[in-house]
């Protein structure tokens, strides 16, 4: 039965695991759903106008906060040694386990765009305080055209005009590859958690953080010190360090960077979760 597939026994299981969630995680997921709250009350008490840059950066915050969270307070206990014998006994597979706890740390991201979206819209249709716009995309393209817009409109300005080449310029920066880049990078970041809950038996989410944030710097420097050793930035001046090119060179090597970045991290992400499958089944307690 160790990777066996049966519907009743995973909607079971779905179930016992759904359970477990909202009592342990429910009423920090319906905090971090309402974070936009504290902003709108902002902007009530102080009398003020919120853009919709910020509260969209917010949501995302509360998003990468509910992903370092729910592995750790949901499932912290799969992997310890007294507390995790319930979890290996019970009478489902392996890959039900797997799957199970894989859909609720994946969900638990799109729940909290959503909801939190969902409420500030909400606060958007109230005649009184500051939100005067609604968040109307959550890709990077789109709220990065909605915050041209919007500061165009302070200053009279139609940014967005097609006879404006400027901002096009600047716009074809912000690519698809940044919306997939924004997707895959959370997909990878909610899989960091769950193999650092299987991984770490104690202080799960520091130790899952360091570790990230060393291996992200260490990475970094080494792809910076490879793109300088190679000359791979062709809009950088070798003796001089300055602009020897057009915008539209940049943003082709920007935008081709970002599709190359994004199928490595895919390949990575796609190993990662493997890992995770086979640090579950061969789980020791």
């Not at 997921?29 to 969209?56: E, H, K, Q, S, Y």
């Not at 817009?149 to 600047?170: P, R």
């Not at 912000?174 to 991984?199: A, C, D, E, H, Q």
């Not at 930035?233 to 599709?259: E, Q």
Request: with cysteine; net charge neutral.
């Amino acid at each position: 039965m160790n990777n066996t597939f049966n519907i009743n026994r995973f909607g079971s299981l779905l179930a016992f695991d759904g359970k477990k969630y909202i009592r342990s995680f429910g009423l920090s997921l319906a905090i971090l759903c309402g974070l936009n709250l504290v902003l709108w009350l902002l902007t009530l008490i102080f009398n003020f106008t919120m853009p919709t840059f910020p509260r969209w950066g917010v949501i995302y915050f509360a998003m990468f906060l509910g992903i370092i969270m729910v592995p750790s307070k949901a499932f912290g206990d799969i992997n310890l040694s007294r507390e995790g014998v319930r979890f290996a006994m019970l009478p489902v597979s392996n890959l039900e386990k797997y799957l199970s706890y894989l859909l609720f740390c994946l969900l638990t991201p799109v729940v909290i765009i959503l909801g939190s979206w969902a409420i500030d819209s909400l606060l958007t249709l109230l005649p009184f305080g500051g939100f005067d716009h609604y968040i109307k995309h959550l890709g990077i393209m789109g709220i990065m055209k909605d915050f041209f817009v919007e500061i165009g409109a302070l200053n009279n300005v139609d940014v967005v005009s097609e006879t404006n080449e400027d901002f096009q310029k600047v716009f074809s920066m912000f690519g698809p590859g940044y919306s997939w880049s924004l997707i895959i990078g959370t997909v990878f970041s909610v899989g960091i958690f769950m193999f650092g809950n299987l991984l770490f038996k104690t202080h799960k989410t520091a130790k899952t953080l360091a570790c990230m944030i060393g291996i992200s710097y260490v990475v970094s420097m080494l792809m910076q010190t490879f793109f300088m050793a190679k000359g791979i930035f062709p809009w950088v001046d070798g003796d001089t360090m300055g602009i020897s090119a057009d915008l539209d060179t940049i943003t082709n090597f920007v935008n081709g960077a970002m599709d190359f970045s994004n199928i490595i991290n895919a390949v990575l992400t796609i190993g990662l979760y493997i890992g995770i499958f086979f640090k579950l089944k061969t789980q020791k307690y």
